[in-house]
């Protein structure tokens, strides 16, 4: 996406945590700054306005005093009149009004004390307020020489400005905090809900493991998974019961057909009775494979190349043309004989209806992908998706099908889709189609 169409959205977090966070943590900074700009104008600044203009008063006072009779007497007497007012003073007859300064910059509350200073004494100032320790300095030139004040810091600069921002500071850290922790404990619950959702989509039994915790609304939520997991194992021990009925019954008159054909004199007739009987006996044993749908068998940790090559090997002994690449660690919790079903499924589809066919295994990221080219007609693009549905066959694109009952692909994806995988259709470099089946694995 080009930088200048990006909205504002595109740059928030995706996640319920760090959303809610920024939800608490956004208008508490910006309470924050906003009180803090207020109290520093409305209370600090003017506060220490109006205790520089005090000081700048008695800094008037005391040179008014000596100006009126300069002396040591009255020197002497300004002093003690300036330790009552917390302040001490030095005179230079022969020094320079600016000194060496302790550091380059000031406080921004210096220029109320000099400005202070100079309306009240209608003369040149020179301020320090950056010397370690807790007090400032002020020259003042007079008639023949610099008189030097030492003032207290709390006289000309309000205390409670930088203590009353920490402790905002404090307190906002202090919020996020406890907000990050509880936000945590709202959220686990959530991850945890959609974590048992996806493995019980993928088919694995996490009994025991996964509580109802949290708030009220994600405890129904939790409870709510519960029923609907609990009608859903309900539904599929019913259909299994009921798939094994049909099997038996069904199963029981083909195998007297069976046996009635193979005690019966060879015909032309009998063996295209037989013949019809071995379709309707594989269309009966795949229907109830894609309605089972494989969804009894365990999942184990196991060599997925390991699982291709002994597909590819079968077709090769069977007489397909294959050629296979395999390469990079492709270990993944799987349920290996519905897997090894779905890639038997995508190969022989490859085979009936191409002359060659190439089988390629490989990691991509976090990923296992399996590529299966063939060099036949292939399929129009807006055809891919029919193609998944169950039954269908699409005779007039790949009229060299001359098996199967519209099933292979359909068995392949729920497949894959139990696995948190999927299969795709698109065309391939040999000509034909490509059908690619991704599945998730560990790093």
Not at 190 to 219: C, H, T, W, Y
Not at 256 to 267: D, E, I, V
Request: aromatic share 6%; proline share 5%.
């Amino acid at each position: 996406m080009p930088l200048l169409r990006r909205r504002f959205r595109d740059y928030l977090p995706k996640g319920l945590y760090w959303r809610t966070i920024l939800i608490i943590l956004v208008p508490a900074a910006i309470l924050q700054i906003g009180v803090t700009l207020i109290f520093l104008d409305d209370h600090w600044q003017a506060t220490s306005k109006r205790m520089s203009q005090g000081v700048a008063s008695d800094v008037a006072l005391l040179i008014q005093l000596y100006e009126r009779s300069p002396s040591d007497d009255t020197l002497s007497d300004v002093g003690r009149i300036a330790n009552l007012l917390r302040l001490s003073v030095a005179l230079h007859p022969r020094d320079e009004l600016e000194a060496e300064r302790c550091s380059v910059t000031g406080s921004v509350v210096d220029r109320y004390l000099t400005r202070a200073l100079s309306q009240e004494l209608s003369r040149d100032v020179w301020y320090d307020s950056s010397c370690p320790g807790n007090q400032v300095r002020i020259r003042v030139p007079i008639d023949g020489g610099v008189f030097e004040i030492f003032a207290y810091r709390d006289r000309v600069q309000a205390r409670s400005g930088p203590l009353f921002v920490a402790w905002i500071f404090c307190a906002t850290i202090f919020l996020a905090i406890v907000s990050i922790i509880f936000i945590r404990n709202q959220v686990r619950p959530i991850e945890r809900l959609a974590d048992a959702m996806e493995r019980f989509g993928r088919g694995e039994e996490d009994e025991g493991i996964f509580r109802a915790r949290g708030a009220r609304e994600v405890r129904q939520a939790t409870h709510a998974f519960f029923d609907m997991r609990g009608r859903i194992k309900r539904h599929i021990d019913q259909r299994a019961q009921l798939l094994a009925g049909v099997s038996h019954d069904l199963r029981t008159p083909l195998t007297r057909l069976k046996l009635q054909f193979a005690l019966m004199p060879s015909t032309p007739e009998l063996e295209a009775a037989k013949h019809d009987l071995g379709d309707m006996e594989s269309t009966l044993e795949e229907y109830l494979a894609f309605a089972r749908g494989e969804q009894t068998e365990d999942q184990t940790l196991s060599d997925i190349g390991m699982l291709v090559r002994d597909v590819a090997r079968a077709a090769q002994n069977g007489g397909a043309t294959i050629d296979l690449s395999v390469s990079g660690a492709l270990t993944a919790p799987i349920r290996p004989h519905a897997l090894k079903r779905a890639i038997v499924n995508l190969v022989d589809n490859a085979v009936a209806h191409g002359d060659n066919v190439r089988v390629t295994a490989r990691r991509d990221g976090s990923v296992a992908e399996i590529a299966i080219d063939d060099d036949g007609p292939g399929i129009p693009p807006e055809l891919y998706e029919d193609a998944f549905r169950p039954f269908s066959r699409l005779d007039e694109t790949r009229t060299r099908n001359a098996k199967g009952v519209g099933l292979g692909l359909a068995i392949a994806r729920d497949v894959a889709r139990a696995h948190g995988g999927e299969v795709t259709l698109s065309k391939s470099v040999m000509g034909g189609l490509r059908a690619t089946l991704r599945l998730p694995t560990p790093a």
